[in-house]
């Protein structure tokens, strides 16, 4: 990541009270803006947008995990499921709430942190933060993007085996394919020119949302609908390993947000716009992880796959609903897991 991160030119200098700054931090930081840009300023006026950050925000906080979340209720039931996935999206809440806070209070100090590592290389010091911030966020954003991909490739197989049930193309070469599409946009030459591309993942998270919840009811009042059973797997071991599985995927769900990434592209001051863009991004999140979860549970059980559109697939290509809605659905997912895997991208 570079100036281009702020489409910022690289030796610009800034106004901050009353003197000229340069971009780069006079303690040698590369990653440390000092500015305070005018709100009547044009060129700022494209960063300053609540909007913006609304769909940023969005786009990485809607995690691949939210196909898999009627799996994790079927690890967990019904009762605590409900309260995992309430007590998730809170404690997220509260931590992302706080991160904002000191954010901009960073900011105020005439410090802007465009990433996790440059603010944990000012708190913990530059030591820590190489060895301890900077693995896990790497960790983190790979892993979402390579989940992205592969999950993306498994909608893909989906839709080649509705048309040829006895094809003989294997996974791998669709996930191939999300490979090379991701190595595309991951060319986009600056994060804020990706606000189509989230905007996009905000109508696609919606519209895949409605395909699932539209399909789980059809399916469940279904002649071919398979018996429903919500009793919880025997054994201590099992029934262990698989409450740990359920509260790792509810936890992933709520844990892909980019804060610093996001909140750099928004011309400060700062104040207020964030606990609005978390607030309205996670009510979108929290109804379309609700919907999915409780539906496709209501639905199949403790039959729910890790990828709930294979419970929508038959014998020989044959569906438990209408063919044209499961396609969209996968193909809305498909778009929105590569809106999601080209934002991790952009802030690794």
């Known amino acids: 990541m570079d100036d281009r991160y702020l489409d910022i030119p690289s030796g610009a200098t800034y106004q901050y009270a009353g003197k000229d700054i340069p971009s780069e931090d006079s303690s040698g930081l590369p990653w440390t803006i000092k500015q305070n840009v005018s709100p009547n300023n044009a060129d700022s006026q494209r960063f300053d947008a609540g909007a913006v950050f609304v769909l940023e925000s969005k786009a990485s906080i809607a995690s691949p995990t939210l196909l898999s979340l009627p799996f994790a209720f079927a690890g967990l039931g019904w009762g605590p499921g409900i309260l995992a996935l309430i007590a998730g999206g809170i404690l997220s809440f ?69 048309y040829k049930p006895d094809g003989s193309l294997r996974l ?56 429903r059973d919500y009793s919880l797997a025997i ?11 359920s ?10 947000g980019i804060n610093p990434e996001i909140q750099a592209t928004i011309a400060p001051p700062t104040a207020g716009k964030m606990f609005k863009g978390l607030l309205s991004s996670y009510m979108v999140a929290i109804v379309c992880y609700f919907l999915i979860a409780i539906s496709s549970y209501w639905a199949f059980g403790n039959r729910a796959d890790g990828n709930i559109f294979n419970n929508f697939i038959g014998s020989q290509g044959s569906t438990l609903i209408l063919k044209w809605l499961l396609l969209l659905g996968i193909i809305l997912a498909v778009m929105q897991l590569v809106a999601l895997g080209s934002v991790c991208v952009h802030s690794c």
Not at 247 to 256: H, N
Request: glycine content about 8%; aromatic content about 12%.
């Open 94 to 162: 509260y931590c992302y709430c706080l991160l904002s806070k000191v954010l901009e209070k960073c900011e105020s100090q005439g410090h802007r942190y465009i990433r996790f590592r440059d603010l944990s290389r000012a708190v913990l010091g530059p030591k820590w933060s190489s060895l301890v911030i900077a693995p896990l966020q790497m960790l983190l954003c790979m892993g979402v993007v390579i989940r992205c991909i592969l999950l993306a490739g498994e909608c893909l197989k989906i839709i080649y085996q509705l």
């Open 172 to 227: 791998y070469y669709f996930i191939i394919v999300m490979g090379v599409v991701m190595l595309v946009i991951s060319q986009v030459p600056s994060f804020h020119a990706l606000r189509y591309i989230n905007l996009l993942s905000l109508v696609t998270c919606f519209g895949y949302t409605l395909c699932v919840v539209g399909g789980a009811i059809y399916a469940g009042h279904s002649k071919l609908a398979p018996v």
């Open 235 to 245: 054994g201590l071991w099992t029934k262990t390993f698989n409450v740990f599985s």
């Open 247 to 256: 509260l790792s995927i509810i936890a992933t769900a709520y844990g892909s």
